[in-house]
């Protein structure tokens, strides 16, 4: 069974660009989350979907930030611009039932540097 | 104010020592996770309490849980160099729809050979 992978593994952009970073779940997981763990700063949530739909986006700093998951498959997270305390590691993780234990599945995460 | 906080924040054993890293968190949970990252990689989910256990073993893993002192503790007996990681605990609510996961800062355990 393949993991979650997520692309790219590093994009460095300068400040007022746009990224847009891609996750794969885990096939047949329909729960899929975002992180993101700033330099020095702890790993923290951003949001979560559940099939295609949002179903807690709380984390999400704001508006030059947005996620989709169009179809319930691979989600995107799109900065816009970017500014340069986006930098740092996004992580995408996937569950298969969120109501049980919630065990999430991470990927290898992507490294974000806005110069 | 974190929910989650870890110490130490760095360790260093030598190979065949035990490492125990502790927990704190704020609010009531679900459950409480650990996860560990080798550089470079995602985390990888280790073992899981709930929050109506005391103790959980899973093979050099033995996971303590205090929900009166809303602490955990991590301990990994006879350590081998590729335990070389970083370790985070992780505190799950999962009330009103909510599963996001809740990291500590985390402690980066070095295993010396």
């Known amino acids: 069974e393949a993991g979650v992978t997520q692309f790219p593994s590093h994009s460095v952009i300068e400040k007022g660009q746009t990224v847009t970073l891609r996750c794969d779940p885990i096939s047949g997981h329909d729960n899929l989350y975002w992180y993101r763990r700033v330099m020095g700063k702890e790993i923290k949530f951003l949001l979560h979907f559940v099939k295609e739909s949002k179903q807690d986006e709380s984390g999400m700093p704001n508006n030059r930030f947005l996620a989709e998951r169009t179809g319930g498959t691979y989600s995107t997270l799109k900065v816009q611009p970017a500014e340069l305390e986006d930098s740092g590691v996004y992580f995408c993780a996937s569950s298969r039932d969120s109501l049980a234990k919630n065990i999430q599945y991470f990927g290898a995460g992507t490294r974000l540097s806005v110069l | 104010s974190q929910q989650g906080e870890e110490d130490p924040q760095a360790l260093s054993i030598q190979e065949g020592e035990n490492a125990t890293m502790n927990c704190s968190y704020k609010?009531?949970?679900?459950?409480l996770q650990w996860y560990r990252q080798n550089s470079g990689r995602g985390l990888v989910h280790l073992i899981l309490i709930r929050s109506n256990e005391r103790e959980k073993h899973s093979g050099r893993l033995r996971v303590t849980l205090d929900t009166s002192k809303k602490s955990s503790s991590l301990l990994i007996t006879a350590s081998r160099a590729a335990d070389t990681a970083s370790y985070f605990c992780?505190?799950?609510?999962?009330?009103?729809?909510?599963?996001?996961?809740?990291f500590g800062s985390g402690t980066r355990l070095q295993v010396q050979p």
């Open positions: 609010t009531s949970i679900n459950n």
């Open positions: 992780a505190t799950a609510i999962m009330d009103m729809g909510r599963r996001a996961l809740t």
